[in-house]
């Protein structure tokens, strides 16, 4: 009987210890569920946050994109800027008075006008003075006659074959005037008789392969 009452308590008490572990089984089951949908949704959550960063990002590299391509615009424009001050710079003149004769004249940037000898001046290029103008202004009493043929001669001592210009300015200074040119080596001399209210020879020294002589000849309109 003792043996049987053994028996029995032995046998209620695994039944009570089968019992215990199978509740925490349970219990423990739904508990490591839960973890798994909590790293889930956090790993949902990182990654939402992780494209939405990344969508940012993109977003700011487009606006960065587009912001660094203005400035090529504005650097245009300035250098188109520079470009026609540069320009403006370049045909600047100063009005300057002949140290020598009773005439002004308008000099551009990269000439001087200084005075070469009594009743002579020369307009010189300041980066080569190989290449100048030489004014000589005349009396109103003159005779325009003798002054053409000495503009003939200085023109014919540097070519012989020296060509008479016939297709003058019809405004200006320059209409009706008498003009040779003649080369000699790389240098072309023009030799000029101005009429008019202010008589004068002009004698223009410039490189073949330059074009000085528009420049000079701008000048020597200006000349009062």
């Known amino acids: 009987m003792k043996y049987m009452n053994k028996l029995f308590i032995v046998s209620a008490s695994v039944a009570l210890l089968l019992s215990a572990c199978g509740t925490n089984e349970d219990s423990a089951q739904p508990k490591s569920n839960d973890q798994a949908e909590n790293v889930q949704q956090d790993t949902a959550s990182k990654s939402d946050q992780t494209s939405g960063a990344a969508k940012e990002d993109s977003k700011k590299d487009a606006d960065s994109s587009e912001v660094s391509a203005k400035p090529s615009g504005s650097q245009s424009s300035t250098s188109e800027t520079a470009d026609d001050e540069q320009s403006t710079s370049s045909s600047e003149t100063k009005l300057t008075k002949s140290p020598e004769q009773n005439y002004s004249i308008q000099v551009m940037d990269g000439y001087k006008l200084t005075g070469e000898e009594p009743g002579k001046d020369a307009l010189v290029l300041t980066s080569d003075d190989s290449q100048f103008m030489r004014i000589e202004m005349l009396s109103s ?14 023109a014919t001592a540097v070519n012989k074959n020296a060509a008479e210009k016939k297709n003058l300015e019809e405004n200006g200074i320059f209409k009706d005037s008498v003009w040779y040119e003649a080369t000699s080596g790389d240098h072309t001399v023009n030799a000029v008789l101005v009429k008019g209210k202010k008589p004068m020879k002009l004698t223009i020294f410039t490189k073949n392969d330059e074009e000085n002589l528009d420049k000079f000849m701008q000048m020597a309109q200006t000349i009062q």
């Open 141 to 154: 009493k003159a005779s325009m006659d003798d002054a053409a043929q000495s503009v003939k001669q200085t």
